[in-house]
T-cell receptor, first 115, second 111 residues
Framework: DAEITQSPRHKITETGRQVTLACHQTWNHNNMFWYRQDLGHGLRLIHYSYGVQDTNKGEVSDGYSVSRSNTEDLPLTLESAASSQTSVYFC??????????????FGPGTRLTVL | DAKTTQPTSMDCAEGRAANLPCNHSTISGNEYVYWYRQIHSQGPQYIIHGLKNNETNEMASLIITEDRKSSTLILPHATLRDTAVYYCIVRPYNAGNMLTFGGGTRLMVKP
């Protein structure tokens, strides 16, 4: 069955380190998204991509970067981790923009702690 | 400005219908109403969406008022597994699949 996976599921790192969170989907979706969710709040969009070599900034993109070298993967990099980036990170994918249903399929999340 | 307004929390008895309201008084003509839910610690899950007609699927029903300024998600026979945060999202048709999540409603289904 097609799925979307994230790794690692849990990560503890130190302030100033570079961290990369992986996201892999087998839906063959062109659209992929990264969100963060802080305790007790809704999801906020970090970056998104509509296809290979395409990346776009979301609402809270400062301190994060993404790259899209193939359809299946959209890794999220924290260039220099800060304590304010402690959060749960969700990756999602969806069909092309022309799809009226716009169902986004979400991964299980990565819980990141920056000490 | 928030595009949707939902109650922070609601309770429902197991086996009863859960009716979750959402206000979207500034909705535009080309905007759809989407509902997602997030069970504890999991990624959000799509439930249903609609434009102006009522919709029903295997999970829920969506009732949209005639003026489209509010809607209600109905879980006909709530179970303990329906305990989750429910998000009402308004999305333009041509928004490139963008979803903007608000705070949602925390539904607690009680035995």
């Amino acid at each position: 069955d097609a799925e979307i996976t994230q790794s690692p599921r849990h990560k503890i790192t130190e302030t100033g380190r570079q961290v990369t969170l992986a996201c892999h989907q087998t839906w063959n979706h062109n659209n992929m998204f990264w969100y963060r969710q802080d305790l007790g709040h809704g999801l906020r969009l970090i970056h998104y991509s509509y296809g290979v070599q395409d990346t776009n900034k979301g609402e809270v993109s400062d301190g994060y970067s993404v790259s899209r070298s193939n359809t299946e993967d959209l890794p999220l990099t924290l260039e220099s981790a800060a304590s304010s980036q402690t959060s749960v990170y969700f990756c999602a994918s969806s069909e092309d923009s022309g799809s009226r249903r716009n169902e986004q399929f979400f991964g299980p999340g990565t819980r990141l702690t920056v000490l | 400005d928030a595009k949707t307004t939902q109650p922070t929390s609601m309770d429902c008895a197991e086996g009863r219908a859960a009716n979750l309201p959402c206000n979207h008084s500034t909705i535009s003509g080309n905007e759809y109403v989407y509902w997602y839910r997030q069970i504890h610690s999991q990624g959000p899950q799509y439930i249903i969406h609609g434009l102006k007609n009522n919709e029903t699927n295997e999970m829920a029903s969506l009732i949209i008022t005639e003026d489209r300024k509010s809607s209600t998600l109905i879980l006909p026979h709530a179970t303990l597994r329906d305990t989750a945060v429910y998000y009402c999202i308004v999305r333009p048709y041509n928004a490139g699949n963008m979803l903007t999540f608000g705070g949602g409603t925390r539904l607690m289904v009680k035995p």
